[in-house]
Nanobody
Framework: QMQLVESGGGLVQPGGSLRLSCAAS????????MGWFRQAPGKEREFVAG????????EYADSVKGRFTISRANAKNTVYLQINSLKLEDTAVYYC?????????????????WGQGTQVTVSS
């Protein structure tokens, strides 16, 4: 069993930055691929970024490439999402998720554990 707790969300102006963190329980964090997803009001959950267990492979949604950076610190059981140049359309609840059977696909159906989410609101 793994528990994921997101933090770092908040209210920010357009163009601003945030760093989201996701702390994982358990001693096998380094075996899991990790992903960040988001869900805006009235919309379906969408993939934002993913990172392989070692951190050597990352993937991003086209809408966030160049603005978002996913990273991980396996020694701290934590995955991060650095969000820069925030836009109004980035407003959403952001979730992290963990996948044990990573085979190169960061599709949302492959994840075993999900956090409760952290709200990011972009507003002027």
């Amino acid at each position: 069993q793994m528990q994921l707790v997101e933090s770092g969300g908040g209210l920010v102006q357009p163009g601003g930055s945030l760093r989201l963190s996701c702390a994982a329980s358990g001693r096998t964090f380094s075996s899991y691929a990790m992903g960040w997803f988001r869900q805006a009001p009235g919309k379906e959950r969408e993939f934002v970024a993913g990172i392989s267990p070692s951190g050597g492979i990352t993937e991003y949604a086209d809408s966030v490439k160049g603005r978002f950076t996913i990273s991980r610190a396996n020694a701290k059981n934590t995955v991060y999402l650095q969000i820069n140049s925030l836009k109004l359309e980035d407003t959403a609840v952001y979730y992290c998720a963990a996948m044990i059977d990573y085979s190169g696909n960061f599709d949302s159906s492959e994840y075993d554990y999900w956090g409760q989410g952290t709200q990011v609101t972009v507003s002027s």
